[in-house]
């Protein structure tokens, strides 16, 4: 059952600009995910990352600065993005779930972009 109620508009971009012409396919619909965020995410920009604790099962939050979309092999299963902690070097950069990622300074479109993608996974849908 999905978490969230269904919104057409969304739905209406999801069909018709992310994962339009991928026939069911996992794997194009996956490219057509990352096409889309790739191209719509404005980096860099600030955000909380939410990891829940295994040790814990506490949600522990981190500031973060989103520098951009993780290589595309990484994202066949799911979006994950390049952050690193403020004041980090090149050599500190990780990568992290996008479904992990609440923005804090973002512009419209990327946290729409954002919101997009927590609505997919939250409604149950899949590659």
Do not use: Q
């Not at 339009?20 to 990352?34: H, I, P, S």
């Amino acid at each position: 059952m999905p978490s969230v109620e269904r919104d057409e508009n969304r739905e209406n971009r999801i069909e018709t600009e992310i994962i339009v012409d991928t026939d069911n396919d996992k794997e194009e619909r996956a490219m057509g995910w990352y096409y889309y965020l790739d191209d719509t995410l404005n980096v860099p920009f600030m955000a909380k990352l939410k990891k829940k604790s295994r040790k814990t099962g506490t949600v522990e939050e981190k500031e973060v600065e989103v520098l951009g979309m993780a290589p595309d092999d990484d994202c066949l299963k799911d979006m994950y993005v390049d952050v690193v902690y403020p004041g980090g070097k090149d050599e500190d950069i990780f990568t992290a779930k996008l479904s992990e990622i609440e923005p804090i300074d973002a512009d419209d479109e990327t946290n729409e972009a954002i919101a997009d993608w927590h609505y997919w996974l939250a409604r149950g849908y899949k590659f």
